[in-house]
């Protein structure tokens, strides 16, 4: 009678280890080890977030600094001019003589301005017919400087339609008009920020024939290159 209930026993007991056999065998997964961050890491990263405030603490402090003084450009501008000469050697060849008095204006409150690298050119119906080199010098706020420059023109050559022109407005009209652009590299100094950029002015003028020729009127614009 006990025959057939171990007979049983035995094969449940089987069926149970076939059974665990027959499950998925799950390896162990593999956790890394958590590294600590070396202090060198740590200590660049401070240097670098120091670095970034104190750029941008100065950024701001220089932005309001400017805003403060409001830094504006220096103008150029021609208050008086006499026409002496024009004359042809032949229909092409121009000689003339140019007198003008220029006035540098520093308009600033607080800040000095130098002036660097001027030339002042003088066009006819947008041919060059004189030029003329000027010194650097310094400027002191709110300071004028008035300079006068003579501009000689000998032997320049103007094609035949453009003379003809200049001849008309001397003898017909008694008018002569030219326009003068002076290029100038002006450099501001505020605290330690150091700033240079260029200036353009053109002027617009309109002279009486000579001998005598005097400024009829003028008119000038100073622009940032």
């Known amino acids: ?31 890394p080890r958590l590294q600590r961050t070396k202090p060198v890491i740590w ?26 003084i409001k830094p504006r450009n220096p103008t150029f501008d021609i208050p008086n001019a006499t026409l002496n000469v024009v004359y042809f050697d032949s229909p092409q060849y121009l000689n003339g003589d140019f007198i003008l008095l220029a006035n540098f204006s520093n308009p600033n409150r607080r800040i000095g301005v130098k002036f660097e690298s001027l030339d002042i050119e003088l066009f006819f119906s947008n041919r060059l017919i004189s030029n003329k080199t000027v010194n650097p010098f310094l400027q002191k706020p ?18 035949q339609d453009v003379g003809v022109k200049m001849q008309s407005q ?11 652009r002076g290029t100038f590299k002006v450099k501001f100094k505020i605290g330690l920020i150091h700033l240079s950029y260029w200036l353009i002015s053109i002027c617009e003028i309109e002279m009486t024939g000579p001998p005598a020729g005097v400024l009829v009127s003028r008119q000038c614009i100073t622009t940032r290159r």
């Open 170 to 180: 001397v003898v017909e009209s008694n008018k002569v008009s030219y326009y003068v």
């Open 43 to 68: 200590c660049f990263a401070g240097l670098c977030l120091i670095f970034s405030l104190l750029l941008i603490f100065f950024g701001i402090l220089i932005l309001i600094f400017y805003l403060a």
């Open 142 to 159: 709110k300071e004028t400087r008035l300079q006068t420059l003579n501009l000689v023109s000998k032997l320049v050559f103007l094609p």
């Open 1 to 31: 009678m006990l025959a057939p209930s171990i007979t049983r026993n035995q094969s449940s007991l089987e069926s149970s280890s076939s059974s665990l056999n027959s499950r998925p065998h799950h390896p162990k997964l593999y956790q």
